[in-house]
């Protein structure tokens, strides 16, 4: 009796209905989490490069008020700074007329 009650539910139509139906399941799952991770590697390269661009456009602005910058990338470190911070401004040079001497 168990053995045709397992029959009539084990038909060749319910069994290929069956295999269908996770074949589509399966697909879309697989569909679905492909481009979740392809969502989720667009919005890490968005952050990364709004990062990097927020960084310079913040090492330019100190720099150009004149404040030393330091900068380091494992055991190397320097200070960044503005040249034109360093170089005195010279007073105008005066033009001299020259004079003769009796």
């Known amino acids: 009796m168990l053995l045709q009650f397992l029959k009539q539910i084990f038909t060749k139509r319910n069994l290929l209905v069956f295999i269908l139906v996770v074949w589509l399941a399966f697909s879309v799952y697989y569909i679905a989490r492909d481009q ?27 720099v150009d008020k004149c404040i030393r910058v330091p900068v380091q990338d494992g055991d190397r470190k320097i200070e960044v700074v503005k040249v034109n911070c360093f170089l005195k401004e010279t007073p105008p040079k005066e033009t001299a007329t020259p004079s003769v001497k009796p």
């Open 36 to 62: 979740w991770q392809k969502f989720q590697l667009g919005q890490l390269q968005v952050a990364y490069q709004k990062g990097s661009s927020d960084t310079v456009k913040l090492l330019i602005e100190q």
